[in-house]
Nanobody, 126 residues
Framework: QAQLVESGGGLVQAGDSLRLSCATS??????MGWFRQAPGKEPEFVVV????????HYADSVKGRFTISSDNAKNTLYLQMNSLKPEDTAVYSC?????????????????????WGQGTQVTVSS
C-alpha cells in the first residue's frame, strides 16, 4: 500500500521560506507533484515532475520562488518555497501516479493522480 506523508508546513511572514517534505513508501511512481487548495477554491497544481522525462512543470504563480527536488535514498520529495506571499496560503498536498505520461495537461490535473498525502497547512501573514 503506497503512502505519502507530508510535513513542514507552518505559519510564516511574507518573504519567509519554508521547505515541505513528502515521504513516500510502498510504490514506485512515474510522476509526482505538489498541489494546493485555498479555502473556497479549487485545487491547483504548484509543480509536477515526470521522472521518465526528468523535467518539472511549475505554475506561473510560483516560478522563480519554488523549487521541487527529491532524495531518492530517502524516498522523499521536497518543495522549497522562498519569498512566500499571503496568496500562497493553502493546504499543500503531495500527489503521485504510477501511470507514465508526457502530457502536461495530464500531469497538471489533480484528478490524474492516484495517491495523495494528508496535506500540510501553509499560512503566510502579511
Amino acid at each position: 500500500q503506497a503512502q505519502l506523508v507530508e510535513s513542514g508546513g507552518g505559519l510564516v511572514q511574507a518573504g519567509d521560506s519554508l521547505r515541505l517534505s513528502c515521504a513516500t513508501s510502498g510504490r514506485t511512481f512515474s510522476s509526482m507533484g505538489w498541489f494546493r487548495q485555498a479555502p473556497g477554491k479549487e485545487p491547483e497544481f504548484v509543480v509536477v515532475v515526470s521522472w521518465s522525462r526528468g523535467i518539472a512543470h511549475y505554475a506561473d504563480s510560483v516560478k522563480g520562488r519554488f523549487t521541487i527536488s527529491s532524495d531518492n535514498a530517502k524516498n522523499t520529495l521536497y518543495l522549497q518555497m522562498n519569498s512566500l506571499k499571503p496568496e500562497d496560503t493553502a493546504v499543500y498536498s503531495c500527489a503521485a501516479r504510477t501511470r507514465d505520461s508526457w502530457s502536461t495537461v495530464v500531469l497538471t490535473n489533480a484528478n490524474e493522480y492516484d495517491y495523495w498525502g494528508q496535506g500540510t497547512q501553509v499560512t503566510v501573514s502579511s
